[in-house]
């Protein structure tokens, strides 16, 4: 059952130097756990990134600061895509 006002969306992350900021996108990921549906996280070797992508259920503002605060860990790149 949709919940008002909630949106779905697809969180793309990549993540460089993965053993300095594993453990701040893990905690900010537990922390918003709340709006994740899912997870699939993989190790690019050949790049020398990881990448992670998350569908999240949750308002505007949620899944903002979720995004906004990935952002902000330096090494991490966030990218939205809105589904509905």
């Not at 300095?20 to 756990?33: I, Q, Y």
């Not at 709340?34 to 690019?44: A, C, E, Q, S």
């Amino acid at each position: 059952m949709e919940q008002k006002g909630n949106r779905v969306a697809v969180l793309g992350i990549t993540v460089r130097n993965r053993t300095e900021t594993a453990s701040k996108v893990n905690k900010l990921l537990s922390d918003f756990g709340d709006i994740i549906v899912g997870r699939l996280g993989l190790p690019y070797k050949e790049r020398d990134v990881c990448v992670i992508s998350i569908i999240v259920d949750g308002t505007n503002d949620e899944i903002g600061a979720l995004t906004g605060k990935l952002g902000n860990i330096e090494g991490v790149k966030v990218r939205v895509a809105m589904l509905i």
